[in-house]
DNA sequence: GGGGAGAGATGCCGC
DNA sequence: GCGGCATTTCTCCCC
């Protein structure tokens, strides 16, 4: 088979949008391959090809959420015709990764000089939580006292420290979705330390989370640890029922 | 602003192509808003927007790896059109999860039927590192023995369980990279169930990892645990230096 | 379907 | 840069 007129054509765009930096979308009839920090081979099939003007390069397949093979960015892509294969070559050879990507058929390409330099603003996450209890420790236990939000130990981050009406420090844990053992893990790793690093015998330990699996929750009273059940923190919802649109743009 | 005929004809094709449940890529100057597990507001900027044939949404800025915005598989979309706003809305009843998408200017609109249901082949993950091990324990510690490899406790499944020279269990946690505070945790967790389950006081813990930080190294020490430096088996390379093209398509 | 843990995790913030 | 950790994590596997 020969490299034909159309597919020429295609390659020159490919080509300029690389040169220009411009992102890059390429539907395409393509085999994988990718070699790094492991190393992956997809047979034939439709994807979508994008690389950003970053470099970033992302292939999806027409399902699922996450790509089924991708470059970081600051990666080099390059078209290369061999023995009239057309390949998508990428790597980065600072990770020592490479991709190649077989065009078996390419079904269309497009590309623009796209401009976004906004960042997301979010709401509605852990530290939403951890504020919430730092500012009123009470909704936790009667008594409680902030001691510091985001404690610096040896061994790692405290979400919230308190004191609680006998003077105890409390360790609290906080989870926006169901505890599990490695939250558990969290929490003893930091009461351990706590008891280590200031010479005291008594420090307890809270988990603060919507629910708790009922392992951890073994976990946990096995290790003298207890479990505060606390929703995180409700944002204004703007998408109720009967709303026609954002009102916000 | 009163919708253009141009306007009108990118928005027959984004129609067209969710109706025909084919893949759909959209260049434009849009903001986002998204309500679910969080909430988030993106103002104006150029983005990608892919809709998959499995209804899945992605919006991609020109940079970084992961998706600004996006929902999950079987969500649905449509193009509403309001007081010369064009809309693109997607909601998921069943997750309780929304994303509005306001197109202040479309660049392109792409759409294709995309077949694939080809599954990746991947080499190099954890579970090759803990069959080495278990294939070969005297890798970590001569007189070692294996026990069992994924040990289901009640906290946990252990990578490989082996007796030494003395009889001793020894829990084994693999990780690929640096071991951290997490891979001392799920150890000592371990560590501590067999201890209480099978009633005995001295069992051995080790985490076999090509490195570990200094910190998880004194937690570790601090527990009685050891470290021993293991290097993840080697996959073969199909991309060595000067290896001009993929041989194995 | 939930639980548990890895991921070619990524991204963010801190030091 | 590394460390520590959340993530609208996602995905896989096993019970």
Redesign the interface.
Known sequence: MVVEKQLLTEIEKINKALEKDE?L?I?ADC?I?Y?G????????????I?I???K?L?V??????N????M??NSSHRIIV?DE?V?LKSKNVPLNE?V?V?LNKI??V?S?K?????K??????EKDMADMIAKNPAIIEKGLRLVNQEEQT???FIDVLCHDKNNNLVVIECKRYKAD??AV??L??YVEKIKKSRGIETVRGIIAAPSISD?AK??LEDNGFSFSAIEPPR?????RKGQ???G??
């Open positions: 992102t979308i539907g085999e391959a070699s920090r492991a190393e992956t081979k997809l047979a034939r099939g439709d994807r979508v994008l950003k003007s970053d970033t992302l999806h397949q027409p399902h699922g959420s790509p089924i093979n991708y970081k960015e061999e294969l390949f490479f190649d077989l079904h269309f497009n623009a796209l401009n976004d330099g906004t997301i603003e979010l709401t509605g996450n040896e061994y790692g053992f490695k893990d969290q003893k790793r392992n073994a976990l944002y204004k919802e703007r998408f026609k649109r954002l916000e743009f």
